[in-house]
């Protein structure tokens, strides 16, 4: 092969340094002793003001990807939302400009700007300057709030190289600006005005981010999704560029949310819906059972997405579980010897939100992304177990429906169970590896990589080619079942996917084990063509609907091969796609011979090392999952039961194909 050994890691030599260092620290051990010593107070470092979140943007946005970027959005969208939530604001706007910048404008109280004697300027400069600043700490300016840590806004200035405010309060009209943090232009009054609110505009530091390109798709999923929670709230999102306005109002709450998420499914009976407040908390829910497999449930605290759920998802699905069951044995739903339901199989189909409100929520991180108030979960289950009973018992027709449902589930658990257990039994998945497998040496799971290549032909290159020291080949035989419309019986019969799971390690579905992870990179490897897109959507929706820990977790990645290899004498050139192809050929001129690769096969071991499985050289697009829901959406109308959803995505996107294999 003549390549040269490399660190699983990619880091290039870092035993070599560490060994150098150590040596150097054996001959000179007098001078580093006396070196430890100088570490003093002066050796200290003190991020004043806002320079604390340019040095690490990432602790308070989570990344300076396009996720971090839109998140800046939020952080001020929030604020305009809180002034809506306390009763004083019915209009947002939130216009993407032609400049790049964005900026929002909510009708509410105003920014205070009254000068504030602790900290010798005013109240505005403070909010937008200082950290952990702002008016919703005590429960005096708001009772209810998504932005508690008083960061948000100042985040975004500290990340923006320019950041304006203009606040319209008490008949006049106020402005100030910052640059990448740093005050450039006091509060000052610019004249007066019959309105009242604020408008912040914000441009991102291209020194920042990885893009500064805000998408209106991106923008208007949650913006829809905050007015349906925010009944009658108006919220309008305009896109200058591309000179494109929507307005979003919904004035039936979580109702009109769960039949928007439920608009392409078979609906068992109407939304159930019930708002109630127990003491300062208030309690807000929607359900609705599909005749679909998946579950769907989607949480809010304060308008805030809670993503990775908490105690009031926790209340939700115990107080399902409680009345439903409870309902069933009052009126004899279950026979003798029959299966009850558990909380999964009650879940089976339903579509549902929660949404609470509370004074002091208490949120896991700076971006929010679980609750973790104790006191909801009983709050929440009680307040389920009321109001859903009263429906079932004023419901009867709908109520047997929906256990129907769950008995059924609750039976097919069952066979699967055993259908799985038999499964694994007559193909050893619990002991041995595929035959087809090719191993790693190394036992280190944070330094293995797993490759699954399509075909014998590639996987052979492959195998070949590897790094045997830490990268493992799993050849799969053509495509692989579509696991969106299977049951669990069918999906554990198909070779090819028990060949996966037991190459793995971890099992699937709620026997995944994120611990027995064999590898911490498992990379998908198919051709650059349709048929190699269509083999790599079917892994992803393995993936994602029976080992979504892995996505989440950041294990599993996509290997991007070279569509054409551009050679002019004795030097070969590798580029992706036909763009890239343009400027290469016109950057080395006449004379270039192109070759296009249908397929992994058609490289040998050395081309397919070089260009896509050496650390150095190749190019991994980690999957991640910042969006479930969009997610849930896509592989359903993409590879379910459903045809009309993809006939409509086919005619939509069709004029947008590129690159078509025929």
């Known amino acids: 092969m003549g390549k040269a050994k490399k660190s699983p890691n990619g880091d290039g030599g870092a035993g070599a340094t560490k060994a150098a260092e150590t040596t150097e620290a054996e001959d000179t051990g007098s001078e580093v002793e006396s070196s430890a010593e100088e570490y003093t107070g002066q050796s200290i470092q003190v991020l004043k003001g806002l320079e604390a979140v340019r040095q690490r943007p990432a602790m308070y946005i989570g990344t300076t990807s396009e996720s971090g970027l839109h998140h800046l959005v939020w952080e001020i969208v929030d604020n305009a939302i809180d002034e809506a939530m306390a009763g004083f604001c019915h209009n947002i706007k939130v216009t993407i400009h032609e400049d790049g910048s964005v900026s929002v404008w909510d009708d509410g109280r105003g920014v205070p700007v009254d000068h504030m004697e602790s900290e010798g300027m005013n109240a505005a400069e403070v909010v937008y300057t200082m950290l952990h600043a702002g008016g919703k700490f005590s429960s005096g300016a708001y009772k209810v709030s998504g932005g508690l840590h008083g960061v948000g806004s ?136 599909t005749d679909s497999y998946k579950e769907y449930i989607l949480a809010f605290a304060n308008n805030i997405h809670t993503k990775d759920g908490g105690t009031h998802v926790t209340g939700l699905k115990a107080g399902l579980t409680r009345t439903l069951n409870n309902y069933a044995n009052s009126y004899g739903l279950v026979k003798n010897g029959a299966l009850m339901p558990t909380g999964d199989d009650i879940r089976e189909g339903l579509t549902a939100t929660i949404s609470v409100w509370l004074e002091n929520p208490q949120f896991e991180g700076q971006t929010k992304g679980q609750l973790g108030n104790s006191d909801v979960k009983g709050i929440v289950e009680s307040v389920v177990n009321e109001m859903l009973s009263s429906y079932l018992e004023e419901h009867p027709t709908e109520a047997r429906k929906i256990f129907a449902k769950a008995e059924v ?254």
Request: glycine share 8%; with cysteine; hydrophobic share 40%.
């Open 154 to 289: 100042s985040v975004v200035n500290a990340l923006s190289k320019r950041f304006e405010v203009e606040i319209h309060r008490d008949g006049n009209k106020y402005f100030l600006a910052c640059e990448r943090g740093k005050l450039c232009d006091k509060l000052r009054e610019t004249g007066k005005s019959r309105k009242r609110g604020t408008l912040v505009r914000f441009w991102p530091d291209p020194d920042i981010f990885e893009t500064t390109e805000f998408k209106f798709t991106v923008l208007e999923d949650r913006l829809r999704e905050l007015s349906f929670l925010n009944s009658g709230l108006a919220i309008v999102l305009r896109d200058e560029k591309q000179d494109v306005e929507q307005t979003y109002r919904a004035k039936g709450g979580l109702k009109e949310l769960v039949k928007y998420m439920t608009r392409a499914r078979n609906p068992l009976h109407r939304v159930i819906h019930y708002t109630k407040m127990v003491g300062a908390t208030r309690v807000e829910f929607a359900l609705q059972w």
């Open 409 to 662: 589930s609750a039976r097919a658990r069952d066979a699967a169970k055993k259908a799985r257990d038999i499964t694994r039994k007559r193909a050893g998945l619990d002991t041995a590896l595929p035959g087809k497998l090719a191993d790693c040496a190394i036992r280190e799971p944070e330094n293995a990589e797993l490759f699954i290549v399509e075909g014998n032909s590639a996987g052979g290159n492959a195998k070949q080619g590897r790094d045997r020291e830490y990268q493992a080949i799993l050849p799969l035989r053509g495509k692989i079942l579509n696991v969106e419309k299977a049951g669990l019986n069918k999906i554990l019969g198909n070779a090819e996917v028990r060949a996966l799971i037991t190459a793995i390690g971890s099992g699937m579905g709620s026997d995944f084990d994120i611990s027995r992870l064999r590898y911490h990179k498992v990379i998908i490897m198919t051709d650059a063509d349709v048929d190699g897109a269509h083999i790599r959507t079917l892994l992803l929706t393995f993936f994602f609907r029976h080992m979504v820990e892995l996505v989440e977790r950041g294990h599993l990645f996509v290997a991007l091969p070279p569509l054409y290899r551009v050679r002019k004498g004795q030097k070969s050139f590798y580029v992706f796609d036909d763009q890239a192809l343009g400027a290469k050929t016109e950057e080395l001129g006449g004379n270039v011979e192109v070759t296009r690769f249908k397929g992994l096969g058609e490289m040998n071991a050395k081309q397919l090392w070089e260009t896509t499985m050496n650390p150095e050289a190749r190019t991994l697009i980690r999957i991640t999952m910042e969006d479930l829901r969009k997610a849930e959406e896509t592989f359903e109308k993409l590879m379910g039961s459903d045809v009309q959803p993809r006939k409509v995505f086919i005619t939509e996107y069709a004029r947008n194909v590129k690159n078509l294999d025929v």
